[in-house]
């Protein structure tokens, strides 16, 4: 059993299309992720949300939209899909462990290439 | 100077030999500290909470000094498996939102050669 699911697994799809990406977790943490990881492999945060409220939004054009319908789901819409989207962008959730902090699951990944 | 900045690397070491990574973190707020692995084309997974005490598992051991902001980890007797890339990861309380916010390196790679 998969603890966090995303899908699709990979994403190919033309500029300026609309497309989304969706994200399960089965462990009951009440905080989830979405991540991008560019081609220099570094992992940038773009939201968290926690039980269905969103509480960070970082800096990310607003053609990115997530929506949490439940607190085991977060989803990612992305319109007007650009070139420089492409990256592979990962889901995760976490949970707070006292005297260990904020450890993360995170989904296999969400590889989307722009053409 | 950078949130959260390592060395990316690569280190590229023998079988059996003993390498260590250094993070350092500019949030003087930080509050926990991890070390992540990710392998090529996977997601990263937790290798291990770093604690001010030290911890250790295995072959893996990790420090954190505080006064300095920085944290390490040492592996010894290094094997093919290990190869893979280092996430120094620093969660940090967000001011006035009550939530905190895990921030990312950009990763050590390592490759262990046979």
């Known amino acids: 059993d998969t603890a966090v699911s995303q899908t699709p697994k990979y994403l190919v799809t033309q500029m300026g299309n609309d497309k989304s990406i969706k994200c399960e977790q089965n462990?009951?943490?009440?905080?989830m992720y979405w991540y991008k990881q560019d081609s220099k492999k570094f992992l940038k945060i773009m939201f968290s949300y926690n039980n269905k409220e969103l509480i960070i939004n970082e800096t990310v054009p607003n053609r990115f939209s997530p929506k949490s319908p439940d607190k085991a789901h977060l989803n990612l819409h992305i319109n007007s899909l650009e070139l420089g989207d492409s990256a592979v962008y990962f889901c995760a959730s976490s949970l707070w462990r006292p005297g260990h902090g904020n450890i993360q699951y995170f989904g296999a990944g969400t590889r989307l290439s722009v053409l | 100077r950078k949130e959260v900045e390592q060395d990316p690397g690569p280190f590229n070491v023998p079988e059996g030999a003993t390498v260590a990574f250094n993070c350092t973190y500019s949030?003087?707020?930080?509050?926990?500290f991890f070390w992540y692995r990710q392998d090529c084309r996977k997601e990263p997974k937790l290798l291990m909470s770093v604690y001010s005490s030290g911890n250790e598992d295995g072959r893996f051991t990790a420090q954190l000094n505080r006064a300095s902001q920085y944290i390490s980890l040492l592996i010894r007797d290094s094997k093919l498996s290990d190869s893979a890339t280092y996430l120094c990861?620093?969660?940090?309380?967000?001011?006035?939102?009550?939530?905190?916010?895990?921030?990312f390196g950009k990763g050590t790679k390592l490759s262990v050669i046979p």
């Open positions: 990861v620093v969660n940090a309380i967000i001011s006035g939102a009550g939530s905190y916010q895990l921030t």
């Open positions: 462990l009951g943490h009440d905080t």
């Open positions: 949030n003087s707020a930080s509050q926990s």
